[in-house]
């Protein structure tokens, strides 16, 4: 059993490590926000609705480039560890896979979260949606669904990194898993939008929460068998 | 122990013979017994071959996730075999489940296809297990296939509770336990106990034809 203080300081010194190696490189979060932009460019391009059909769809096209843009990040967290043997180098040290596990979860989790915060206010400045009209809700929603995203991606991440299959193998493998956080994700924001703060959107929220707490949970459980050679 | 083979093998042929007789039992019950619906007519006997596959197929998705867990705890090659026969079953169940229920949809609603919750995370959990199977087709190590199959399995089978209470959760037009008339009930009793005596054959079948490929693949090529 490991000390809670031990467990902590160890996410903290590798999620530090993470974000220097990201400070020093430059390369996954500004090609995320660089995706990000464009898919929103080229989305509301294509889009010319009226404001009231655009209020209905523009949760759904928020949390799918949010997905597309995170898949970058869970690609990338585990490939220049494996490419540079820093991951069996972490293996070696005294460790738990569940504190790796952990941190490269708030990294992705960090990443999500600006990159939601930058998407939200393109399609307010763009769509002209009244995401920011409700910002607790908007909050809850942001927070909780990239929580469960960001759980499973890095676990989905280390997987195909683990198995070196070459191909866009990580969007097929996630969609699938993710499709529920992204449809209540959808839901909860769209009703957000529509200043329908009631039981439906209770029970949205709900579902993410629940689906981040199961993901989390077996993710630390499964981690240990992932980074197995 | 060729004695003891011997009835094993005699008495799988007896369990094949008998969940056939039981399927063809239950398919003549939903055309000569079951009632005739009034509202939908004939197209609503779709729904006991509906309900059966759909209860395997959620069936066969846990198994898969159980027998995973039990190859993370055990390592025994025996237990992915399990959990890649739950996992074809299961699938093909899956599919045979989106099949007529789209068959009884076009009858019902009108449409092939709505996105109501209960159909949509149906599907999600196809597509779910369509990614399994492409996991496992992409990674030749023997032992790593295994473990990381068994990883998604679990992860998949965080779907399971969502579809079965998708109907409950969310407002949808799926039908939540509907009311029926006894004779109907017990013609759907007999589908889905024929449904799943011939799913389990196949189960059992299919892990025995997995084991004996690993054996073969075991004696590697023979020298020229």
């Known amino acids: ?40 460019l080229t989305l509301e391009f294509q889009t010319d609705l009226p404001e009231a059909t655009k209020q209905q769809i523009t949760g759904g096209f928020l949390w799918l480039v949010v997905f597309i843009t995170g898949t970058i990040g869970f690609e990338k967290s585990f490939t220049d560890e494996n490419d540079d043997g820093c991951l069996d180098a972490l293996r070696m040290c005294p460790v738990s ?16 979260v600006c990159i939601t915060t930058v998407l939200i206010l393109l399609f307010t400045l763009f769509a ?18 990239n929580l469960g995203l960001a759980a499973i991606g890095t676990l989905i991440g280390a997987i195909v990194n683990r198995i070196r299959t070459r191909g866009n193998l990580i969007a097929l493998l996630l ?11 959808g839901e909860a924001t769209r009703l957000s939008m529509a200043n329908d703060i009631g039981e439906e959107f209770g029970r949205w929220l709900q579902l993410l929460a629940a689906f981040a707490a199961v993901v989390v949970t077996t993710s630390l459980l499964v981690f240990d068998f992932v980074l197995e050679d | ?44 006997k779709i729904l006991y071959v509906h309900v059966s596959v759909a209860w395997f197929g959620l069936l066969g998705y846990l198994m898969t996730a159980g027998f995973g867990l039990m190859y993370l705890l055990r ?46 995370t149906s599907l ?5 297990y369509a990614g399994y199977f492409l996991i496992r087709g992409s990674i ?74 690993r054996q073969v693949d075991s004696f590697g090529t023979l020298p020229s």
């Open chain 2, 124 to 128: 999600i959990l196809w597509a779910a």
């Open chain 1, 128 to 145: 002209e949606a009244p995401l920011l009209d409700r910002p607790t809700e908007t909050l809850s929603v942001v927070l909780l669904a």
């Open chain 2, 1 to 44: 122990m060729k004695a003891v083979a011997n009835y094993a093998v005699r008495g799988e042929a007896w369990a094949t013979y008998s969940s056939a007789a039981l399927l063809a039992a239950a398919m003549l019950a939903i055309f000569l017994v079951a009632p005739h619906e009034q509202t939908m007519g004939s197209p609503q």
């Open chain 1, 1 to 40: 059993v490991i000390p809670t203080a031990t467990f902590a300081r160890d996410v903290w010194r590798l999620l530090q490590k993470d974000l220097r190696r990201e400070f020093r490189t430059r390369l996954t979060w500004p090609a995320a926000f660089l995706m990000g932009l464009l898919l929103v």
């Open chain 2, 75 to 120: 390592r025994g090659d025996v237990w992915d075999d399990w959990s890649r026969a739950s996992a074809e079953t299961g699938w093909i169940c899956s599919t045979l489940t989106l099949a007529t229920g789209s068959l009884w949809a076009h009858e019902a609603w009108n449409t092939w296809w709505t996105w109501d919750p209960r159909l949509t």
């Open chain 1, 175 to 185: 969609l699938p898993l993710v499709l529920p956080v992204l449809l209540g994700a």
């Open chain 2, 140 to 213: 030749e190590d023997p032992g790593k296939r295994a473990r990381t199959a068994a990883v998604l399995s679990l992860l998949g089978a965080v779907d399971v509770p969502l579809v079965v209470m998708a109907t409950r959760w969310f407002r949808g037009i799926h039908p939540v336990s509907p009311s029926m008339e006894p004779t109907m009930q017990l013609v759907l009793l007999l589908t889905v106990t024929g449904f799943t005596c011939f799913f389990v054959i196949l189960l059992i079948r299919r892990q025995t034809q997995l084991g004996l490929q």
């Open chain 1, 97 to 112: 896979p569940a504190a790796i596990y952990t941190s490269k979860v708030t990294l992705n989790f960090l990443m999500l």
